[in-house]
T-cell receptor
Framework: QQPVQSPQAVILREGEDAVINCSSS?????VHWYRQKHGEAPVFLMI?????EQKGHDKISASFNEKKQQSSLYLTASQLSYSGTYFC???????????FGTGTRLQVTL | NAGVTQTPKFQVLKTGQSMTLQCAQD?????MSWYRQDPGMGLRLIHY???????DQGEVPNGYNVSRSTTEDFPLRLLSAAPSQTSVYFC????????????FGPGTRLTVL
C-alpha cells in the first residue's frame, strides 16, 4: 500500500519554506526521500531509519515519527534548484521492498 | 564508475511484441529492482532481486519476467506487450536490502501501440 504524500503540489517564491508530509498505515522501518527533475531519474536525498535522529544537509532536513508512521521533509530558504517532484519511499523492514508515494510537485519561482 | 545503465533509452513496440529492457550496474550491489512510472502514480515496484539467482515480485509484476544470473545484470522482459505497459521504466540498485540508498538508472521510455 502506497504511502500518502501531502500536499500534491506547492508553489513557492525563492527564499520561502515548505514542508512535505508522508504517512503510512503500516509500521515503518525506514523512510526514504528522493527528488526527481523533469525527464530525469530520481535522486536520493536522505534516509531516516527507525530509531534514528532527524537528518539534514544544507537547507533540507527531515524527521521521522515512528509512532505515527509519518515523515516530514523540510525545505528552508528555497532555491530555484529545489524545483521538482519529491517522493517518499517507505520500507516495513519485513521485506526488501521500497514503496513510493505518488509525489509532491514543488515549483520555486523568482 | 558508470553507476546504473539502462538500454534502450526509447522504444516503440506494437501490441503483442516482446522485448527485453537491459539494466546493468558496476557498484557490486546485491539488491536490484525495476520500477515503472506513470503520471500521477509515482514509482511502482515491478520485480526485485536480493542477489544472483534470487528474484521476487513487487506490486505490479503481471506481464513482466526477470532473471538474475549475475550480480551486475538484471534484465526485464515483456513477453507480449500491451498498451497498458506504456510507461517509463527505471532500474535501481542498492548496497543494502533494507535501508539502503537506491541508485537509479536514466530510464527507458516505452510506448506500446
Amino acid at each position: 500500500q502506497q504511502p500518502v504524500q501531502s500536499p500534491q503540489a506547492v508553489i513557492l517564491r525563492e527564499g520561502e519554506d515548505a514542508v512535505i508530509n508522508c504517512s503510512s498505515s503500516k509500521a515503518l522501518y525506514s523512510v526514504h526521500w528522493y527528488r526527481q527533475k523533469h525527464g530525469e531519474a530520481p535522486v536520493f536525498l536522505m534516509i531516516l531509519l527507525k530509531g534514528g535522529e532527524q537528518k539534514g544537509h544544507d537547507k533540507i532536513s527531515a524527521s521521522f515519527n515512528e509512532k505515527k508512521q509519518q515523515s516530514s521533509l523540510y525545505l528552508t530558504a528555497s532555491q530555484l534548484s529545489y524545483s521538482g517532484t519529491y517522493f517518499c519511499g517507505t520500507e516495513t523492514g519485513t521485506a526488501s521492498k521500497l514503496t513510493f508515494g505518488t509525489g509532491t510537485r514543488l515549483q520555486v519561482t523568482l | 564508475n558508470a553507476g546504473v545503465t539502462q538500454t534502450p533509452k526509447f522504444q516503440v513496440l506494437k501490441t503483442g511484441q516482446s522485448m527485453t529492457l537491459q539494466c546493468a550496474q558496476d557498484m557490486n550491489h546485491e539488491y536490484m529492482s525495476w520500477y515503472r512510472q506513470d503520471p500521477g502514480m509515482g514509482l511502482r515496484l515491478i520485480h526485485y532481486s536480493v542477489g544472483a539467482g534470487i528474484t521476487d515480485q513487487g506490486e505490479v509484476p503481471n506481464g513482466y519476467n526477470v532473471s538474475r544470473s549475475t550480480t551486475e545484470d538484471f534484465p526485464l522482459r515483456l513477453l507480449s506487450a500491451a498498451p497498458s505497459q506504456t510507461s517509463v521504466y527505471f532500474c535501481a540498485s542498492s548496497y543494502s536490502f533494507v535501508g539502503g540508498e537506491q541508485f537509479f538508472g536514466p530510464g527507458t521510455r516505452l510506448t506500446v501501440l
